[in-house]
């Protein structure tokens, strides 16, 4: 588990929105390098029972991609999930989106749609980056994710990030949001491998999204980046 050090940082973060100035968001430092961040209370329980709700009636296993190839391995990854689109619901995910794009700074523009995951007993996620390690895609690699916790699982189903020594925990509400590569070249930052631990009781439900390199201003042009490399 990580220590708590004097470079641990939490504020009220207002992004002097005035909107936010009314209710700022909880946002807690977790590492620099790579940058990941806490956010408590950013996605509420109505939210959460709508889209576990519209999930539970569509799931399927979840599949792991490998060499080239998506398949089914469960010693890799073991899980159920449903992919949403906003115009599934575009009031609740735009409003997410709005949400992320403020504490995120980037663009959802160029976005991947909201992935929803069920862990039941034994659910697992070995240990990965989230960035693309073998080639361009249409609008460039996965810069930022976010994952959106939305269940409490209080003694298990951590996030592990083996690289920083650092876990997080699954505590409904809260969002980990973390930048996947460099920001001068676009390479991936090894310390964004991460995991998700296994279940061991109850149940453990999570959404992602990742965001593209594409449109969002960064001081490298990815189409260059013909080889991505990990680092
Ligand atoms: O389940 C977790 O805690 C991590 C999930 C994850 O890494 C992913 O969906 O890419
Ligand atoms: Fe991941």
């Known amino acids: 588990m990580r220590p708590l050090t004097c470079d641990f940082k939490c504020r009220y973060q207002t992004k002097n929105s005035p909107y936010r100035i009314l209710m700022p968001f909880k946002e807690e430092d977790i590492s620099s390098d790579p ?15 709508t889209i576990t709700d519209m999930a539970s009636k569509d799931l399927s296993d979840a599949e792991y991609y490998s060499n080239g190839k998506i398949t089914l391995l469960e010693d890799r990854r073991l899980g159920q999930l449903k992919w949403f689109s906003e115009n599934v619901n575009p ?4 409003k997410l989106n709005e949400r992320i794009e ?9 976005a991947e749609g909201y992935q ?5 007993l034994g659910g697992h996620f070995s240990v990965h ?5 073998d080639g361009l895609k249409l609008n460039g690699n996965r810069l930022v994710t976010i994952l959106f916790y939305m269940t ?25 949001v973390w930048l996947n590569l460099y920001l001068n070249n676009g390479s991936i930052n090894s310390g964004t491998f991460h995991g998700g631990c296994p279940v061991i ?10 965001i593209y390199e594409e449109g ?9 980046n013909e080889k991505i490399t990990i680092v």
């Open 91 to 94: 009031a609740l995910f735009g």
């Open 35 to 49: 940058n990941v961040k806490l956010y408590h209370d950013i996605i509420y329980d109505e939210e959460i029972k």
């Open 129 to 133: 980056v989230d960035a693309f390690t």
């Open 152 to 176: 409490d699982v209080p003694n298990d189903g951590y996030t592990v990030f083996p690289n920083l020594n650092y876990v997080a925990h699954c505590s409904k509400g809260t969002a980990l």
């Open 216 to 224: 969002q201003h960064l001081t490298y042009n990815w189409r260059n």
């Open 116 to 120: 929803t995951v069920n862990y039941g």
């Open 102 to 110: 403020c504490i995120t700074d980037y663009s959802t523009k160029t």
């Open 201 to 210: 009781k109850g149940n453990k439900w999570i959404m992602t999204k990742g």
